[in-house]
C-alpha cells in the first residue's frame, strides 16, 4: 500500500473529536451543579428566608425608609457572604475530590480536553451560586415589597391622621420611601454580587489547580479574598513609603496584579444607600470580572494542562 | 497488519523527589505491544511501574522520554481516548449519580445522546448485571457493584481498548467470576483488552499475552503459553499414531540406558505464578547487585 493511502487510512481510522465542545462543557456543569445541589447547598435557602422574614419584622424605632434598607442590608449582606463562601468551598472541593475518588482518571480518559474539565467545573459552581442567589433575590423582592406596601399604607394612613399636610407633601414624603423600596437597581447589586463570586471560584480554582490540600486551597483563597478588598489602598502607602526600590518592584507591585481588586465589587452598599449605578459602570464591571476570569481561567489552565495524576 | 491497540516503545518514566536533586525511575526504556483483539496481561510487584505505564498510555502522564501509542494516535492527542474504555483500581464514581445517571453522563461526554444513549446505558447495566441497581444512587453500591458500573462505564462509548486497573481488587469471588466473564465477552467481541491485575491465575485464565515487569523494566514478554512453558523439556505430539507405534515409543523410552521414563502425554508447564515470582527474584537480585556496585563505585571515589 502507498504512504497516501496509508494516510488515507488512519485518517478514516482516527475518530472525529471535536478539539472544543460546548456540548461536554455543558455536560460537566449540569454534573457539577447536580453534585452541588445533591450535597444540600440550597437549605441555605431556608437560613436565609428566616433571615429575611425576620429582618423584615423587625420593628425598631427606625424610619419607614430605614426599616426598608435595614431589610436591604442584611438581604444583600447575607447573599454577599454566601456567594463568596460558596465559591471558595465549593470550588476548592470539587476537583481534589474528583482526584481523591479517582473520578478525575475516569473522566480524563474520555475524550475530554482538561480546559473543558476547568470550565464544566467553574461554570457548574456558577451556575449553582447564580440559581441560588435568583432565588433568594425572589424572596427578598417579594418580602421587600410586602415590607414597602404596608410601610407605606401605614405612613400615609399617619401622615393623614397627623393633618397639616398637602397631598403633594404626603406624596413627596412617600416617595422617600419608595425609594428605599423594590427597585430595578437592585437587579445590579444582585449581578455585582454574583460577578464577585465569579472572582473568587476563579481564583479559588486557580490555587486548586496546584494545592496538595481542599484546606490549603480555602485558606489561601480566603486570604486572597481579604487581601483582594485592601491591598490597592495598602499599595498605595506601601509604594509612596519604598518609591522605587528593590522591595516594591518584587514584592508590592506582583501583589498588586496578581490578586484582584475586590473592592470595585462593592457597588450594593450605593445601591442600598439610594445612589444609582450607571448602566456603562455596570457593563464595565461585567468586563471587568470577565476580564480576571478569563486570565485565572487561563493560568488554571496552563498549570492544570501538564499536571500528572 | 492491523494498527496494535496499543504500542509502547522505549518508554522511561522519571519523577523528580522533591526538592533535592534525586530522582526516581518509575520506568525504564520499556516496549510493549497490544495487539488489536488481544488480551494483554502487565503484572508486577506493587511500585513496579505498571500504574505508571497505564497513566502514560492513557495520556494522564507524559513520557519522559519513549512514546506511546493507542490505535497509531499518540496517548497525550484527546482523539486517542474516544477509543479507550478506562477502570481504574477501586474506583468511585459520582456518589450522587444513580447507575443509570453515572452511564448517561460518561456516554454524554463521549457525545452520545437521546435515545442512542439511553439504549446504550440499559444495554450495559443488563451486560454488568446491575438492571436491579438502575436508580439506586452509587454511594448505596457495594465495592463489587462499583467495580461492574465501572466496567460498564468504560464500554459506554464502544471502545476498541479496555484498560484494566486491578480489575477484582476487593470484589468477592462471584464479582470476580463475573467480570472474568465480562473479559471473556470483551474478547469475544474483538475488543483488545489492556489489564493490570496481582490475581495471577486470572491474568492465566484470561490473558493471550503477558509482560511482567519488575523495578520499571520488562523483564518477560511474550503469548502466555510460551512464557510458561519449560524450555528445556520437549513435548512430541503425534497424530494418528497407531497403538504399536506409541508401543514403539514407550519400549524405546524404557530401554533408554538413562531411565528415562514416559509419564504423561502433553506439553509440562509451569504455572504464572511460579514464573512470576522467579522473574521478581531474580530483578531483587539484580537490583541489590546494581546496588551493591553503586555503593562499591561510592566508596572506591571516596
Not at chain 1, 42 to 66: E, G
Not at chain 1, 129 to 135: R, T, Y
Amino acid at each position: 500500500m502507498s504512504e497516501a493511502a496509508n494516510a488515507e487510512t488512519e485518517e478514516r481510522t482516527v475518530p472525529r473529536v471535536p478539539l472544543f465542545s460546548p456540548g461536554r462543557i455543558w455536560v460537566l456543569t449540569m454534573s457539577t451543579f447536580t453534585q452541588l445541589v445533591r450535597m444540600k447547598t440550597f437549605y441555605f435557602l431556608i437560613i436565609f428566608a428566616v433571615l429575611v422574614a425576620a429582618a423584615s419584622n423587625l420593628n425598631l424605632l427606625y424610619t419607614p425608609a430605614q426599616k426598608l434598607r435595614m431589610l436591604k442590608d442584611a438581604s444583600f449582606g447575607a447573599m454577599s457572604i454566601f456567594s463568596w463562601l460558596f465559591a471558595i468551598a465549593a470550588t476548592a472541593v470539587l476537583i481534589p475530590r474528583d482526584l481523591e475518588d479517582r473520578t478525575l482518571y475516569t473522566i480524563l480518559a474520555k475524550p475530554v480536553p482538561r480546559l473543558e474539565y476547568l470550565l464544566g467545573k467553574l461554570f457548574g459552581v456558577l451556575l449553582t451560586i447564580g440559581v441560588a442567589l435568583v432565588v433568594m433575590q425572589v424572596l427578598f423582592t417579594g418580602f421587600l415589597f410586602f415590607r414597602e406596601v404596608t410601610v407605606l399604607a401605614a405612613e400615609r394612613q399617619a401622615l393623614e391622621a397627623q393633618g397639616g399636610m398637602s397631598p403633594e407633601d404626603i406624596q413627596a414624603q412617600l416617595e422617600l420611601i419608595r425609594a428605599q423600596g423594590v427597585q430595578w437597581q437592585l437587579l445590579y447589586a444582585l449581578v455585582a454580587i454574583f460577578l464577585k463570586a465569579g472572582v473568587v471560584a476563579a481564583v479559588t480554582m486557580l490555587v486548586s489547580t496546584f494545592a496538595s490540600s481542599t484546606l490549603f486551597t480555602m485558606i489561601v483563597a480566603t486570604i486572597i479574598f481579604l487581601v483582594g478588598h485592601f491591598h490597592k489602598l495598602a499599595a498605595g502607602y506601601w509604594l509612596h513609603e519604598l518609591g522605587d526600590s528593590l522591595v516594591a518592584k518584587l514584592v508590592v507591585k506582583p501583589v498588586i496584579m496578581i490578586i484582584p481588586d475586590f473592592r470595585v465589587f462593592n457597588v450594593t452598599e450605593n445601591i442600598v444607600g439610594g445612589t444609582p449605578v450607571t448602566t456603562g459602570a455596570m457593563l464595565a464591571l461585567v468586563g471587568l470580572a470577565l476580564l480576571y476570569m478569563a486570565v485565572y481561567s487561563a493560568v488554571a489552565l496552563y498549570l492544570f494542562i501538564d499536571k500528572e495524576f | 497488519m492491523s494498527v496494535p491497540a496499543v504500542e509502547v516503545r522505549n518508554l522511561t518514566k522519571v519523577f523528580p523527589l522533591s526538592l533535592k536533586k534525586e530522582y526516581l525511575v518509575a520506568v525504564e526504556d520499556l516496549s510493549l505491544t497490544v495487539n488489536a483483539g488481544e488480551v494483554y496481561g502487565l503484572i508486577g510487584p506493587n511500585g513496579s511501574g505498571k500504574s505508571t505505564t497505564m497513566k502514560v498510555v492513557l495520556g494522564l502522564m507524559a513520557a519522559t522520554t519513549g512514546s506511546t501509542k493507542v490505535f497509531g494516535i499518540e496517548s497525550r492527542d484527546v482523539r486517542s481516548r474516544h477509543q479507550i474504555g478506562f477502570l481504574p483500581e477501586n474506583p468511585y464514581f459520582y456518589k450522587h449519580l444513580t447507575g443509570f445517571e453515572t452511564l448517561k453522563f460518561y456516554g454524554r461526554l463521549c457525545g452520545l445522546r437521546g435515545r442512542e444513549l439511553k439504549d446504550r446505558a440499559n444495554e450495559m447495566l443488563a451486560l454488568v448485571d446491575l438492571e436491579v441497581a438502575r436508580d439506586r444512587r452509587l454511594g448505596g453500591y457495594s465495592k463489587g457493584m462499583l467495580q461492574r458500573i465501572g466496567l460498564a462505564q468504560a464500554m459506554i462509548q464502544r471502545p476498541r481498548l479496555v484498560v484494566l486497573d486491578e480489575p477484582t481488587a476487593g470484589v468477592d469471588p462471584i464479582g470476580s467470576r463475573q467480570i472474568r466473564d465480562l473479559i471473556f465477552k470483551l474478547k469475544e467481541d474483538g475488543i483488545s483488552v489492556f489489564l493490570c491485575s496481582h490475581l495471577l491465575e486470572q491474568v492465566q485464565e484470561v490473558c493471550d499475552r503477558v509482560g511482567i515487569i519488575a523495578n520499571g523494566r520488562m523483564w518477560r514478554e511474550g503469548p502466555l503459553h510460551e512464557l510458561i512453558a519449560i524450555e528445556d523439556q520437549t513435548e512430541l505430539v503425534l497424530r494418528d499414531a497407531s497403538p504399536a507405534l506409541l508401543e514403539r515409543i514407550r519400549n524405546l523410552v524404557a530401554s533408554d540406558s538413562g531411565g528415562a521414563e514416559l509419564v504423561r502425554s502433553g506439553h509440562p508447564r509451569t504455572t504464572l505464578e511460579r514464573l512470576f515470582l522467579d522473574i521478581v527474584r531474580e530483578s531483587r537480585e539484580a537490583k541489590a547487585k546494581e546496588d551493591r556496585e553503586k555503593q562499591a563505585s561510592k566508596g572506591a571515589k571516596k
